[in-house]
């Protein structure tokens, strides 16, 4: 099938963008990467009347060292990001993830906000995010306001994001010392969406002991889930095989899954525990 009619808008700059989405609200789209969005148009899922393409607004498309952290426009492209040595250095999770993501054809095009606005459960990038405690800034034509990577995501395919508002760019706090980051998933086929994930990040204190930790597990329900229990359960502790086979115990014991036509709820849940205490033992090796 081919996309419904739409008008065409290319847009030079963000307030030239920003101005379109306040006129055209509710009946614009914005075009980052169209790697999900035109599937979408094809299938006729959604019939916007106005596609606003952000490709020619090059003040999203920066990858920047701010304060320590990263700050990182909208538009920058996945395959730019998963070379970035910059990332790799101030986030090193992100690089991990990326190659997870799709296939090489599809990174080149996808961009970060695109796969944040978009907000597919079993997408790795907004798991990352929430792992590594970043923060979102959207902008409207009126206003500004940051969310957190957290509170974004409000169910499948869906984000706080409002009709007349674009997400600008993607803010990443410094990189603790002695902190270690992984990502596991399991899916159909090397590029597939995963059916279960987590991206973790740990951090040990000057004696060795676990200082900070967050667990996110995707692709097993409509949002990526923070796993607290088990985050609480690392704290203080010394992180040998029974730490952390304990806190993959507990992902697996607390996580709310379902099942679709891939995978049972009671696999998403044992399977999220193997990787938890998998990639945890990654993130000790890399911390030490
Ligand atoms: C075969 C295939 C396999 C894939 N596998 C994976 C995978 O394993 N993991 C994974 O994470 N992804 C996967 N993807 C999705 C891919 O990562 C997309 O690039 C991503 O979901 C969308 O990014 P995009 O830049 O192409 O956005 P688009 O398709 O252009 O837009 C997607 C949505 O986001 C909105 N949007 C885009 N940018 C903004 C912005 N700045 N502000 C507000 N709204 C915005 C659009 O309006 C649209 O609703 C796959 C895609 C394909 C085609």
């Not at 796969?115 to 902008?139: G, K, M, T």
Request: overall charge neutral.
């Amino acid at each position: 099938m081919k996309a419904p009619r739409f008008s065409y808008h290319d847009p030079a700059s963000l307030d030239e963008a920003l101005d379109l989405l306040a006129d055209h609200g509710d009946a614009a789209r914005v075009l980052a990467g169209g790697q999900s969005l035109m599937p979408v148009l094809n299938f006729r899922l959604a019939r916007p009347a106005h596609l606003v393409d952000l490709n020619r607004v090059e003040d999203l498309a920066a990858i920047a060292e701010s304060g320590g952290g990263l700050t990182l426009g909208a538009m920058v492209r996945q395959r730019a990001l998963e070379r970035s040595e910059v990332v790799a250095r101030r986030c090193p999770l992100i690089c991990q993830a990326l190659p997870l993501v799709g296939h090489p054809q599809i990174r080149n095009r996808g961009t970060l906000g695109g796969s944040l606005a978009h907000a597919d459960p079993a997408a790795e990038l907004p798991a990352v995010l929430v792992a590594v405690d970043a923060s979102f800034v959207l902008r409207s034509k009126t206003a500004q306001r940051r969310v957190a990577a957290d509170a974004f995501v409000t169910g499948q395919l869906s984000t706080v994001l409002q009709p007349d508002e674009l997400l600008e760019r993607v803010e990443v706090p410094v990189w603790p010392e002695r902190t270690g980051s992984a990502i596991r998933e399991v899916a159909m086929r090397t590029g597939d969406f995963a059916l279960a994930g987590v991206a973790t990040t740990l951090s040990l204190d000057a004696h060795g002991r676990v200082a900070a930790a967050r667990i996110v597990c995707f692709g097993v329900a409509d949002r990526p889930l923070r796993q607290p229990d088990a985050e609480a359960s690392l704290m203080g502790g010394t992180p040998g095989e029974a730490l952390l086979e304990e806190a993959g115990r507990i992902v697996s014991a607390r996580l709310r899954s379902f099942d679709d036509i891939h995978a049972s709820a009671g696999y998403r849940k044992r399977v999220s525990g193997v990787l938890t205490t998998r990639a945890l033992t990654e993130c000790v090796m890399a911390a030490t």
